[in-house]
């Protein structure tokens, strides 16, 4: 054969067997070390066995796939053959069958159903709340105070959805409502751990704390349900907004909206939405999605601006270049959504401190058919597990990893072809990807330019971060911030004050 012939790549042959991976203990296989520190002990599956890892969490085994490649194959081109993994069937036990635990031919109704809702023009009407919540929630800052910051962002993107999914109705039970979601949100990752390894209905005992919270929240959402649909308001103020449509920036034409003079909310959407048949929601599956969208629709967003913060603090200089695109954009002003565009340095910021503390750190399926991950066969009933941790961090598409670098989203990589697609996916990919990407993605950048037009956020020092990976990635303690005003452009944006790092 001449030195420059290449022989033909001969397919690689399919192993039946595990792929290498930590080996466990007899019947609880890798229990005690998911326990000791999950994020540690997926980390290092990843880089000690590869992009095709393999473990049993009890009798449940599990593939850790952390290629790119093969995360593309299982959220789209072979999505097919995956449903998703029983702890999100776990989450059933409170959140019903809304968007985020249905499955087959009732998902793909609801996403129809419910995908309109989302749609640009839509949710460009709710810029305006997302602002003015903001902007009250700093207005009770002062200068100096120390705050758990996660705990406001936490406040602030409930109040948020809250009443972009029920508009003013929220107020007459946002007593009981608040209470109830405090609970819920509470035990949500306790709860979704023991569903998923005992009967649901054991896990969420009726006369438990949360059994009652789920069932007060249920009394409020069935209780607005019915009110809307005896005044019959939404089909009419609706049909205005479907004719008249959003200003550009979804601001100036919202007094066109409801008969009350504001924008249609989300529940209202859902109530007069309709399938191809003419087929709407019953009251039981639109209490499911509202559901679904309150708890799914803002401790994500919070997270991720909590997390923001933290970067923040811990990196003075970004946060000055990031209070100098605002002074230049905005000059003092409300933003709009359509200043996030040429806020290009915030949606950076946004971007990198998603990479890195991914609010939604998992995805996980179970397989229905075999499919093939690097060479093995996965079978039918194996548990697929991706984490957006790992793969975020893998250094062979982000040098230095753990280093926090806006400056790696310049002119997108991803685009550019320079990153995988699947290097990076806080959302998610596929048929499954996240519906509120655009209203979240919105809201952050709205909320952070708000804020950080107006303050600097310091780190309190000699505080320890933890992290708690529950069904999020969350601050197991808070992050504990100072709030300093900004006096624009020259005195604090050109001298940053210098913070203490804290460690997580
Ligand atoms: C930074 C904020 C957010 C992040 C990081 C995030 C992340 C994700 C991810 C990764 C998924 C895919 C899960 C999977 O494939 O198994 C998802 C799905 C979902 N998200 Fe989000 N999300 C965010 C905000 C929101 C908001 C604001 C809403 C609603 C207002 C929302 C509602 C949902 C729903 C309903 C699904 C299920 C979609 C389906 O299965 O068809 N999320 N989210």
Not at 129 to 153: C, K
Not at 237 to 264: I, K, M
């Amino acid at each position: 054969m001449p030195a420059t012939a290449v022989a033909p790549k001969q397919p690689a042959e399919l192993l039946t067997g595990f792929p290498p991976g930590p080996k466990g203990r007899f019947l609880i296989g890798c229990l005690l070390e998911c326990r000791r520190d999950l994020l540690g002990f997926l980390t290092g599956c990843a880089r000690d066995y590869g992009d095709v890892a393999f473990f049993r969490f009890m009798h449940i085994p599990v593939f850790v796939l952390s290629n790119p490649d093969d995360i593309e194959r299982v959220l789209i081109t072979e999505s097919a053959k995956f449903v998703k993994s029983r702890d999100y069937r776990a989450l059933a036990g409170i959140l019903g069958d809304g968007l985020l635990t249905s499955e087959g031919e009732a998902w793909r109704r609801e996403r129809r159903l419910m995908q309109p809702a989302f749609h640009r023009e839509n949710i460009l009407r709710y810029a305006r709340v997302m602002v003015n919540h903001s902007e009250r929630a700093i207005s009770q800052w002062r200068d100096g105070e120390t705050f758990d910051v996660h705990e406001q962002m936490m406040r602030l993107t409930l109040e948020i959805v809250a009443e972009c999914l029920f508009g003013a109705d929220i107020r007459s039970h946002s007593g009981s409502v608040g209470e109830a979601l405090h609970v819920v949100m509470e035990g949500f990752a306790d709860y979704a751990r023991l569903a998923m390894v005992v009967p649901r209905w054991l896990a969420l005992p009726r006369t438990s704390k949360m059994g009652q919270a789920v069932r007060r929240l249920d009394a409020a959402l069935y209780g607005i349900i019915r009110e809307r649909r005896a005044a019959g308001k939404i089909a009419s103020s609706e049909a205005t907004y479907v004719a008249s449509g959003a200003g550009p920036n979804g601001v100036g034409r919202q007094r066109s909206g409801g008969s009350d003079g504001l924008p249609p909310d989300l529940l209202g959407l859902l109530l007069q939405a309709a399938d191809e048949s003419g087929g709407t929601m019953d009251d039981r599956q639109v209490r499911d999605e509202a559901m679904t969208l309150f708890l799914a629709g803002h401790e994500t967003t919070a997270l991720a601006l909590s997390w923001t913060w933290y970067f923040l603090g811990q990196h003075p200089d970004v946060a000055a270049k990031l209070a100098c695109e605002l002074d230049e954009v905005l000059a003092g002003r409300t933003p709009t959504p359509e200043d996030l565009p040429r806020l290009r340095y915030t949606d950076m910021v946004l971007k990198e401190s998603m990479r890195i503390y991914p609010p939604a750190w998992a995805i996980g399926r179970e397989a229905r058919e075999p499919f093939q991950a690097g060479r093995f066969l996965v079978r039918p009933g194996t548990n697929i597990f991706i984490s957006q941790w790992i793969t975020h961090r893998d250094p062979r598409f982000f040098p230095d990893p753990e280093r926090f670098d806006p400056e790696r989203w310049r002119d997108d990589p991803i685009r550019r072809g320079v990153l995988p697609r699947f290097a990076y996916f806080p959302f998610g990919g596929g048929p499954r990807v996240c519906i509120g990407a655009g209203f979240a993605q919105m809201e952050a950048g709205l909320i952070l330019a708000t804020i950080a037009q107006r303050f600097l956020l310091e780190l309190v020092p000699g505080q320890s971060i933890p992290l708690l990976p529950s069904v999020t990635l969350r601050p197991r303690h808070g992050i504990r911030m100072r709030a300093r005003e900004r006096t624009r452009r020259k005195s604090t944006v050109d001298s940053p004050r210098a913070t203490s790092p804290a460690a997580p």
